[in-house]
Nanobody
Framework: QVQLVESGGGLVQPGGSLRLSCAASGFTIDSRVMSWYRQPPGKERELVAIISAGDITNYADSVKGRFTISRDNAKNTVALQMNSLKPEDTAVYFC?????????WGQGTQVTVSS
């Protein structure tokens, strides 16, 4: 059974940090592009960070210098380290494996940045 499970979300104060993790099962991530998306309340889902099979990364302008995406092919996981969090980072964060037409999505994890 193909599955992606995100974890690590929660409530954090502005300026704080969180580390999201995404565990894949039923397939291997090593040859796939992996990415993190987020959907703020009342807004469209947007790309946050992406990492290629060759570890090339790219980030949305809004998170550059604050977020870091990484992958561990041996553990079949991908992570998103989020530092210097802002209230506008509040969203449901989703992990995605692959790209159209073969892609898998996780169920999402809530990140709330508030004092």
């Amino acid at each position: 059974q193909v599955q992606l499970v995100e974890s690590g979300g929660g409530l954090v104060q502005p300026g704080g940090s969180l580390r999201l993790s995404c565990a894949a099962s039923g397939f291997t991530i090593d040859s796939r592009v992996m990415s993190w998306y987020r959907q703020p309340p009342g807004k469209e889902r947007e790309l946050v960070a992406i990492i290629s099979a060759g570890d090339i990364t790219n980030y949305a302008d809004s998170v550059k210098g604050r977020f870091t995406i990484s992958r561990d092919n041996a553990k079949n996981t991908v992570a998103l380290q989020m530092n210097s969090l802002k209230p506008e980072d509040t969203a449901v964060y989703f992990c995605k494996a692959g790209s159209w037409p073969v892609e898998y999505w996780g169920q999402g994890t809530q990140v709330t940045v508030s004092s």
